[in-house]
């Protein structure tokens, strides 16, 4: 059957499932009391008694939540019907007067938490705060355009004045929060084309606008102007208009980049030779004059250590107070975490179940890491391009790594190359170009691991071939669009030995290449040191 919204039982969503009756994969609502509504063909269904009882097993309302109703807010020219689509209601006494109640939801869609608003603007917030995403982000799921608004008044305005028709959400905790609550919507956000903030026009306000703008992708998001202070305002003074206007008039934001020759006057004549930040391993150290931001391609053979080696850097960085990303697409966060915690003890506590007992492993994993987290993708499998440009995004901006190593690139291949018409070359390219466009945008430094094509004849890269820039597989973007390639060699003379050579194959910096250090393997240790320092 169907029925008008406003007419539906009063009850919690629970989140979406795909509509019987118009085929929409998500549009139809599952609420507590066992019912379901479409958004999409307005179909309703009472559900039976074991719909019900499934439904109100699943949702445990926090205790301290507490009960309303809904009525239009005349004052701010807000309707009922608009009141009922957010879950918006008002209690005649809370705490000894009358509150407006905005019910918030989790990522699930059930409601865990309430934001409390007295005639003062005073503030409160029940339940469970931290699992709060965006107002009103439970009643979309993608669309062109995603209006997002500082309060929830506004939002309601917003939509009300579009017929409660099109995506609009607000922010759960005020303008200074903004950026950390859209980092935390991430995945929601991105299923939009374009995105507008339309903000309280005050100083505040804009000054949130466009710390929120540059914590988004470039070329996504853009900027409302209104004629009055907010989207309220405007909708109390007959300006609903104006709302419209300003959502199909917002401009695109684009970062600042364009600067005069002037600016440079005062540090034109100071060196960037030397970087603050090194490698552990001194002479290549001393040819590429430290880490600094920009692409690193690392490319070794098959069991040669790659990524032992990228460990090593990334301990090093780690324990000299930089902020370190890991994508190790090729093992478990486990294994990582296990990795570095080794390189810690200076014991091989993946291989050697003998070498730490857990509480040592435990104490060195807190003096490690207990204070200065590393931040890693549980990627569970996705390896999507998008995907992973994403995460790195939200690592950099969110988190404030400013090293991301990922191993490896030939994962993000490896899922697409079967599909007819994939070109491994040109997937490749694509990959290197988006990574390329990313470094720059972020100023990061990417160690992006790869591996190698088996050179012509019978011995391979194992068995003490040299490693070549024209062996990176797949792709000579590998090589060209990066600002240093280092590649891992085994001992040409011994390979079964545990000594390995890097070799620096390509320096933008400052053009010299070559052998760089001799490295040792320790097998009790799992470490990977140059062979004269004496710390294994």
């Not at 603007?121 to 995603?146: C, D, P, T, Y």
């Not at 730490?356 to 390896?383: K, Q």
């Not at 160690?447 to 071939?465: I, Q, T, Y």
Request: glycine share 8%.
């Amino acid at each position: 059957m169907q029925i008008e919204e406003q007419e539906l039982p009063e009850s919690d969503k629970i989140g979406h499932v795909a509509c019987e009756k118009c085929g929409s994969k998500d549009n139809a609502a599952v609420y507590t009391d066992g019912h379901t509504y479409c958004f999409g063909c307005q179909a309703y269904d009472t559900g039976d008694e074991e719909d019900i009882a499934a439904a109100q097993s699943h949702h445990k309302r926090p205790t301290e939540l507490i009960d309303g109703y809904y009525t239009a807010l005349t004052k701010r020219g807000i309707t009922e019907e608009t009141c009922r689509k957010f879950d918006y209601q008002v209690t005649d006494s809370y705490r000894g007067r009358p509150q407006q109640i905005a019910n918030y939801r989790n990522a699930e869609g059930l409601v865990i938490a309430q934001k409390i608003r007295d005639a003062d603007k005073n503030f409160s917030i029940l339940g469970e705060a931290k699992k709060m995403v965006l107002f009103g982000q439970h009643l979309w799921n993608s669309g062109r355009k995603l209006v997002i608004t500082e309060g929830e008044l506004d939002c309601m305005s917003v939509s009300q004045v579009q017929g409660n028709k099109w995506p609009v959400v607000s922010l759960g905790q005020g303008a200074t929060s903004g950026k950390k609550a859209l980092l935390g919507a991430w995945d929601f956000l991105m299923q939009f084309e374009e995105i507008i903030l339309m903000f309280d026009q005050d100083d505040a306000g804009q000054k949130a606008a466009l710390e929120c703008a540059e914590a988004l992708p470039v070329g996504k998001v853009k900027l409302a102007v209104l004629p009055y202070k907010d989207a309220n305002e405007c909708l109390q003074k007959g300006e609903g208009k104006a709302i419209i206007d300003a959502i199909w008039r917002a401009k695109d934001w684009r970062p600042d980049g364009i600067v005069s020759s002037d600016d440079f006057r005062d540090i034109i004549g100071k060196s960037d030779a030397a970087s603050t930040v090194s490698y552990p391993y001194s002479k290549l150290n001393d040819m590429t004059r430290g880490i600094r931001t920009g692409l690193v391609t690392v490319c070794a053979g098959s069991g040669v250590g790659k990524s032992t080696f990228v460990r090593e850097i990334a301990y090093h960085l780690h324990i000299n107070d930089q902020t370190v990303g890991m994508l190790m697409l090729e093992e478990t966060n486990k294994r990582t975490l296990q990795g570095l915690v080794g390189l810690h003890m200076n014991k091989n506590i993946t291989i050697d179940d003998e070498a730490a007992d857990e509480p040592e492993i435990i104490e060195a994993y807190d003096s490690l890491l207990g204070a200065h987290p590393v931040y890693l993708f549980d990627h569970f499998g996705s390896t999507a391009v998008d995907t992973i440009v994403n995460r790195i995004q939200y690592m950099v901006k969110g988190m404030g790594c400013k090293y991301i190593f990922l191993d490896h690139v030939s994962i993000l291949v490896s899922g697409l190359t079967g599909e007819s018409g994939v070109d491994e070359r040109r997937l490749i390219d694509s990959i290197m170009t988006t990574l390329r466009k990313l470094v720059q945008e972020l100023d990061i430094c990417l160690f992006l691991v790869s591996h190698l094509r088996r050179p012509e004849g019978a011995k391979g890269h194992e068995n003490g071939a040299k490693v070549q820039l024209s062996q990176l597989r797949g792709s000579h973007a590998l090589a060209q669009l990066a600002d240093f390639c280092l590649g891992l060699q085994v001992n040409e003379d011994d390979p079964s030995d545990d000594t390995r050579e890097i070799v620096l194959l390509k320096n933008r910096f400052t053009g010299e290449v070559g052998q760089a250090d001799t490295l040792m393997y320790a097998r009790d240790t799992g470490r990977l040191l140059e062979v004269d320092i004496n710390r294994f």
